[in-house]
C-alpha cells in the first residue's frame, strides 16, 4: 500500500471516529452507557476475530494477552468517560474536549517518562485551557458534569495511546489491537451486569448506530494498527488532529447543534493549541520532502528551508 493511499484510509477513519459522538448519543437514548460499550465493541470482535481467526492462532501468546488487556482497560476507561459525558454534553463540545489529548500526551509523558516539556508545549496548555473554559463554563459559572467527563475521556487516551507506543514493538500490533476491543467489549458486558438492567436497544435507529460504531468506529482501532506500518505516526498523528472538527461538522448538521459565540472561540482556541503541538511534526514532514525531492542532507535542509 502507498503511503497516499494509507493517509487515505487513516482520513476514513478519524471521518468514522468524528462521527461516533453523535451516533454514541443516538445510541444512549436506548440503552445504557456499558451496555452500548459491551454492544459495540463485542460485535466489533467478533467481525475482527472472524477475518483474521488464523493470523490470532498463530501469533497469541500470554504477553499479547497482557498487553491486550491494559490497553483494552484503558480503552474501557476513555469510552465509559465519553459516553457518559455525551448524556449531558453536545457531540461538537465532547469531540474537541477530546481531542485535548494531543496536548495531556507530552505533559504525561513529561511526568512518567521525564522528557523534556518544551515552551511551545507550555503555550499550547495555557491556550488549551482558555479554550476549555470558553467551552465549558457557563453563566452563572458552572460547568456541565458531562465536559468534566470527556476531559477525563482525554486523559485517559493520552496514557493509552503512551502505552500502546510502548507495548506495540513488543508484541504482534493486529493481535494486540484486535484482542484490545475484546477485553473492552467484557468489561462493558460485566459491568453491564453489575451495574445496569440488561436490555436490547428498542428502536432501528438505535441499532443502525450501534453497527455503524461496531463496523466503522470500533474496528477502526485494528484498521489503524494494520495501516500503520505503511506511514509514518507523524503523518498519522496530524490526520486525527482533524477528529474534532468531523465532530462538529456531524454535530451542526444531524443533531442541529450549536456552539454559540463563546463555543466557537474555545474550539478555535482547542484547534490552536492542537495545532501548536504538532506545529514542528508538520515542518519536519516539509523538510523530509525538501530533502527526499532536492537529495538534500538534513543540515542543507535547515539551512535552505525557510518555515
Same mark, same amino acid.
Given at each position: 500500500?502507498?503511503?497516499?493511499?494509507?493517509?487515505?484510509?487513516?482520513?476514513?477513519?478519524?471521518?468514522?471516529?468524528?462521527?461516533?459522538?453523535?451516533?454514541?448519543?443516538?445510541? %444512549?437514548?436506548?440503552? @445504557?452507557?456499558?451496555?452500548?460499550?459491551?454492544?459495540?465493541?463485542?460485535?466489533?470482535?467478533?467481525?475482527?476475530?472472524?477475518?483474521?481467526?488464523?493470523?490470532?492462532?498463530?501469533?497469541?501468546?500470554?504477553?499479547?494477552?497482557?498487553? @491486550?488487556?491494559?490497553?483494552?482497560?484503558?480503552?474501557?476507561?476513555?469510552?465509559?468517560?465519553?459516553?457518559?459525558?455525551?448524556?449531558?454534553?453536545?457531540?461538537?463540545?465532547?469531540?474537541?474536549?477530546?481531542?485535548?489529548?494531543?496536548?495531556?500526551?507530552?505533559?504525561?509523558?513529561?511526568? %512518567?517518562?521525564?522528557?523534556?516539556?518544551?515552551?511551545?508545549?507550555?503555550?499550547?496548555?495555557?491556550?488549551? *485551557?482558555?479554550?476549555?473554559?470558553?467551552?465549558?463554563?457557563?453563566?452563572?459559572?458552572?460547568?456541565?458534569?458531562?465536559?468534566?467527563?470527556?476531559?477525563?475521556?482525554? %486523559?485517559?487516551?493520552? *496514557?493509552? *495511546?503512551?502505552?500502546?507506543?510502548?507495548?506495540?514493538?513488543?508484541?504482534?500490533?493486529?493481535?494486540?489491537? *484486535?484482542m484490545q476491543i475484546g477485553f473492552t467489549g467484557l468489561l462493558g458486558f460485566m459491568f453491564s451486569l453489575l451495574f445496569e438492567t440488561p436490555a436490547w436497544p428498542t428502536s432501528t435507529t438505535a441499532w443502525f448506530a450501534i453497527l455503524m460504531l461496531s463496523v466503522f468506529c470500533s474496528l477502526g482501532f485494528v484498521?489503524?494498527?494494520?495501516?500503520?506500518?505503511?506511514?509514518?505516526?507523524?503523518?498519522?498523528?496530524?490526520?486525527?488532529? %482533524?477528529?474534532?472538527?468531523?465532530?462538529?461538522?456531524?454535530?451542526?448538521?444531524?443533531?442541529h447543534e450549536v456552539l454559540g459565540g463563546m463555543g466557537t472561540i474555545g474550539a478555535a482556541l482547542v484547534l490552536l493549541s492542537i495545532v501548536l503541538t504538532t506545529g514542528n511534526l508538520r515542518i519536519n514532514l516539509f523538510r523530509k520532502a525538501v530533502r527526499k525531492r532536492n537529495n538534500l542532507s538534513p543540515v542543507?535542509?535547515?539551512?535552505?528551508?525557510?518555515?
Amino acid at each position: 500500500m502507498k503511503p497516499l493511499k494509507a493517509d487515505l484510509v487513516m482520513l476514513f477513519v478519524t471521518l468514522c471516529w468524528g462521527s461516533s459522538y453523535l451516533l454514541m448519543k443516538i445510541g %444512549l437514548e436506548s440503552i @445504557s452507557a456499558f451496555q452500548l460499550i459491551a454492544l459495540r465493541f463485542g460485535i466489533a470482535f467478533v467481525l475482527a476475530a472472524i477475518l483474521f481467526f488464523r493470523h490470532l492462532f498463530r501469533t497469541m501468546n500470554v504477553k499479547t494477552l497482557l498487553y @491486550s488487556f491494559c490497553l483494552g482497560l484503558l480503552l474501557f476507561a476513555v469510552l465509559t468517560c465519553i459516553t457518559v459525558g455525551l448524556k449531558t454534553t453536545t457531540t461538537s463540545k465532547a469531540g474537541f474536549l477530546q481531542s485535548l489529548t494531543v496536548v495531556f500526551v507530552p505533559l504525561i509523558g513529561a511526568f %512518567l517518562l521525564k522528557s523534556k516539556i518544551t515552551p511551545k508545549t507550555i503555550l499550547s496548555v495555557l491556550i488549551a *485551557i482558555m479554550g476549555i473554559g470558553c467551552l465549558t463554563i457557563e453563566f452563572p459559572l458552572t460547568v456541565s458534569i458531562g465536559d468534566l467527563w470527556c476531559m477525563a475521556s482525554a %486523559l485517559f487516551y493520552a *496514557i493509552h *495511546i503512551l502505552l500502546a507506543s510502548n507495548v506495540s514493538k513488543k508484541v504482534d500490533t493486529l493481535s494486540l489491537g *484486535i484482542m484490545q476491543i475484546g477485553f473492552t467489549g467484557l468489561l462493558g458486558f460485566m459491568f453491564s451486569l453489575l451495574f445496569e438492567t440488561p436490555a436490547w436497544p428498542t428502536s432501528t435507529t438505535a441499532w443502525f448506530a450501534i453497527l455503524m460504531l461496531s463496523v466503522f468506529c470500533s474496528l477502526g482501532f485494528v484498521v489503524q494498527v494494520i495501516v500503520s506500518k505503511y506511514t509514518s505516526a507523524n503523518r498519522t498523528g496530524l490526520i486525527f488532529s %482533524l477528529e474534532p472538527v468531523f465532530a462538529a461538522i456531524f454535530g451542526v448538521l444531524f443533531a442541529h447543534e450549536v456552539l454559540g459565540g463563546m463555543g466557537t472561540i474555545g474550539a478555535a482556541l482547542v484547534l490552536l493549541s492542537i495545532v501548536l503541538t504538532t506545529g514542528n511534526l508538520r515542518i519536519n514532514l516539509f523538510r523530509k520532502a525538501v530533502r527526499k525531492r532536492n537529495n538534500l542532507s538534513p543540515v542543507e535542509s535547515r539551512t535552505k528551508v525557510v518555515v
